[in-house]
């Protein structure tokens, strides 16, 4: 049908054009932030590129529902100005009829929001926690980088290299500084290896001293050098996280653990799938324009709508988890409240009514001309 293919085809056009520019911002902000932990060694710098792509993949949700939105309002905002509607209206059509258009072209990204937020945004922030914990949990000696300080996990030592061989196992100019039981200890060599001895790892250092301070706060030192001195090297395995954080759980497992935690995070999914379909009935409602005005005020106020409403799902599972509200009645009032809104207004559109037309008050009946 003419009327169902124009609409639709015009609304695939704008919603690439406006995925592909969101994906692209939003990419740019990831890039920044995944770099700055990868300098800060929070993140391996050989994975960047798999942390960008896993907390990428638990953007889309909100991405998908965004370009939606903004597609559908961008849309019927240009058929409004450049007078298409009132040809649709003329012909039979009212407001009520791009329904079907319009939910024929959202129903595949409405089920690619629930299916991202429900299964891809938990699994996705599990990945990015695994890759994490893993790169916390190396050897003190294979974080050291090059002309770096670089502190232990438990903040014992500190060690320096000058710069290392191709194979990341031997370095020059080594400089550690210990801190532990009271007890202070600086050592420094020309040069350092590690070698694995009877199943243990060792750092070797070769011709260098240490100075060491039996009691911390006097002045008491001593110093030692050395042709060649080992030190047993151990791994910093942090404490594994028994519990996940609430957003990396699986929705399965929010299902059989109905506590507040995880009944706010399940609240936060579901909320993402009901407020796309919600998003839709709003923006058919709110694109509306005078073909005299201009487009911007319905735009930033479509844009505004969408701000408040993604703010008061973050916030829902805030009052969910901190016991304000429970599961359903939050669920009941937000999106509920909201679908019941937009189908009053939309009603209301669709039959011209407006508060004057319900609230006019009527002349008694018979009344003459006066004379």
Wanted: with cysteine; glycine share 8%.
């Amino acid at each position: 049908m003419l009327f169902h293919s124009s609409i639709r085809k015009e609304l695939a056009r704008t919603f690439g054009a406006t995925l592909v520019v969101l994906i692209t911002i939003v990419m740019t902000i990831i890039l920044i932030r995944t770099l700055g932990q990868a300098s800060r060694g929070n993140v391996n710098p050989s994975e960047v590129l798999m942390v960008m792509g896993l907390s990428m993949l638990g953007y889309m949700p909100i991405l998908l529902a965004l370009s939606l939105f903004i597609s559908i309002v961008g849309t019927l905002a240009r058929m409004y100005a450049d007078s298409e509607m009132v040809i649709w209206f003329t012909s039979g059509r009212g407001l009520v009829g791009f329904l079907a258009p319009l939910f024929r072209f959202a129903w595949p990204i409405l089920l690619a929001v629930a299916a991202l937020s429900l299964l891809a945004w938990p699994w996705a922030n599990q990945q990015i926690l695994e890759l994490k914990a893993r790169y916390e949990k190396r050897a003190t000696v294979e974080r050291v980088a090059p002309g770096r300080f670089q502190e232990s996990a438990d903040g014992s030592r500190v060690f320096f290299i000058d710069k290392d061989a191709s194979d990341n196992k031997s370095g020059s100019n080594v400089f550690i500084s210990t801190q532990a039981n009271g007890k202070a200890s600086v050592t420094s060599a020309r040069s350092g290896r590690i070698e694995i001895l009877n199943g243990d790892r060792f750092l070797l250092l070769d011709n260098g001293q240490r100075l060491d301070s039996p009691k911390q706060g006097t002045l008491e030192l001593k110093l030692s050098q050395f042709e060649a001195y080992g030190i047993r090297v151990t791994e910093d395995v942090l404490a594994s996280q028994s519990v996940l954080p609430a957003k990396a759980v699986s929705t399965l497992e929010l299902a059989r653990n109905p506590s507040r935690l995880y009944q706010g995070e399940m609240g936060w999914r579901l909320g993402l799938a009901l407020a796309c379909f919600n998003l839709v009935l709003i923006a058919l409602t709110v694109s509306g324009v005078n073909p005299r005005a201009g487009r911007s005020g319905n735009l930033i106020f479509a844009l505004l709508t969408f701000i408040v409403y993604y703010n008061l799902i973050s916030l829902g599972q805030t009052w969910v988890a901190n016991g304000r509200f429970s599961l359903p009645v939050y669920m009941a009032s937000l999106h509920g409240g909201v679908l019941a809104l937009v189908v009053l207004w939309t009603a209301g559109r669709h039959y011209n009514l407006s508060w004057r037309s319900l609230f006019r008050s009527r002349g008694p009946k018979g009344t003459g001309k006066r004379a």
